[in-house]
């Protein structure tokens, strides 16, 4: 057995997925990387995937659940139930407890695939929790607040038969009504409420729109995200394309960002694959818009082409929540142009690091671009550079693990 035994600092850090796959991912691995380097133990708990990282732990961690599949009937059922509390992931983590005995849990996303079904087993052991909230499933049962007419807050004051009403989930009624159960029983069971002991929130946003919906603000601690600037240096004088990253779906206004660029007269990258893409390359012909698609890219050659841009373009119909890539973008020095929607304006600063434009409106992003391009190279970088320092002065990996290190402390963790 390793942890509290053997006097080493044991960090169970329990995420959907164990590889770099969306921005909570890259939030769970940086965590559990940064608490490795100051001497921790990091005992991951995951769902199996093919491309998960190695870990010694795997054997614990609960078999796939997917849903972009064609499945028979009783698989379908299966996979409800486990949606809905998975026995599997109880089991499993309790066997983990054993063979570990942490002395502090942290779960980023779980709900879904391992489900919050095993919250209960850490209360019962003792083991203090944290929870870090990179969406508003605490509030939203389709963790989005976003329907087929846009933003939607229906479920509020605890409507939450919207979400099959709405068909939230995959726009089918089988799979919203599977989610529907799933948060009616969590709810009742309190899974969350009493499962989890603080709650982070990487945005003032997400916290405040929390609190509006009936959460104790006391519950929330505020720690942003944060890049490692040791990893990330600029390596290219400011490009003329101007890049969206992502993935390809309606709602991250990619459709909008096609537009401005084809209004506008410049050139667009776009980084990604989704279920759009086909109709985005047909949009991006039929506007004649000078756009290349460079497909999923990830790592280096992501983040030289980032650097090679003008500027990151962040063209959002929802509420994102703190999105790492403006941060990327600032610590590679280039400035962000990016929807005045969610949690982003909290990560702009208008006319010195980037600049917002209405969610939505094409025009105006079109007339952003416009501005941006008839920038100077120096007018350019000193925008980049602004952004730079921002992130140096408040969001450093130093930053970000004394205030977790401080939370941990003030919930009894000896750090």
């Known amino acids: 057995m390793i942890g509290k035994e053997q006097?080493?600092?044991?960090?169970?850090?329990i995420n959907n997925y164990y590889y770099r796959r969306g921005g909570a991912e890259v939030v769970f691995l940086e965590q559990n990387r940064l608490f490795e380097e100051i001497g921790w133990k990091i005992v991951p708990f995951a769902m199996r995937h093919e491309k998960n990282l190695p870990s010694e732990w795997a054997d614990y961690f609960v078999d796939e659940i997917e849903f972009g599949e064609d499945y028979n009937f009783?698989?379908?059922?299966?996979?409800?139930?486990?949606?809905?509390y998975s026995f599997e992931a109880r089991r499993k983590i309790s066997q983990l407890l054993d063979a570990t005995n942490p002395h502090v849990a942290h779960a980023h996303n779980i709900y879904h695939h391992l489900s919050p079904s095993f919250l209960g087993v850490l209360k019962k052991r003792g083991i203090p929790t944290v929870m870090t909230v990179h969406d508003l499933k605490l509030a939203c049962p389709a963790y989005k607040m976003l329907a087929h007419d846009g933003i939607?807050?229906?479920?509020?004051?605890?409507a939450i038969w919207n979400v099959a009403r709405q068909r939230c989930i995959k726009d089918s009624f089988t799979l919203s009504s599977v989610v529907l159960a799933e948060t009616v029983l969590h709810r009742l069971l309190g899974s969350y409420a009493n499962g989890i002991d603080r709650f982070v929130v990487p945005s003032?946003?997400?916290?405040?729109?929390?609190?509006?919906?009936?959460?104790?603000?006391e519950?929330?601690?505020?720690?942003?995200?944060?890049?490692d600037l040791e990893q990330l240096r600029p390596c290219h004088a400011p490009g003329k394309s101007y890049v969206f990253m992502g993935r390809l779906t309606a709602e991250k206004g990619v459709a909008t960002f096609v537009r401005a660029v084809a209004a506008a007269g410049v050139r667009g990258w776009i980084v990604g694959t989704g279920p759009e893409e086909q109709k985005l390359r047909a949009l991006a012909e039929s506007n004649g818009a000078n756009i290349q698609f460079l497909g999923y890219q990830q790592g280096t050659k992501l983040f030289r082409i980032l650097s090679a841009a003008r500027a990151l373009v962040?063209?959002?119909e929802l509420y994102e929540n703190a999105p790492v890539s403006i941060m990327e973008a600032y610590a590679l020095e280039r400035p962000v142009i990016g929807a005045d929607i969610g949690g982003i304006p909290e990560l702009i600063r208008e006319n010195e690091t980037g600049a917002m434009f209405p969610s939505g409106?094409?025009?105006a992003l079109a007339d952003k671009l416009r501005q941006f391009d008839a920038m100077s190279q120096t007018q350019i970088h000193t925008m980049g550079k602004a952004g730079r320092v921002w992130m140096e002065n408040e969001f450093t990996a130093r930053h970000y693990l004394a205030r977790l290190l401080a939370l941990y402390q003030d919930m009894g963790v000896a750090v």
């Open 7 to 13: 006097g080493l600092s044991t960090l169970l850090s």
């Open 74 to 84: 009783m698989q379908k059922a299966l996979r409800a139930q486990k949606v809905a």
């Open 152 to 158: 939607c807050e229906r479920c509020k004051d605890g």
């Open 204 to 217: 003032r946003f997400c916290l405040e729109k929390l609190v509006e919906w009936g959460w104790p603000r």
């Open 219 to 227: 519950r929330f601690t505020y720690i942003p995200n944060f890049v």
């Open 314 to 316: 962040l063209p959002s």
């Open 361 to 363: 409106d094409h025009l």
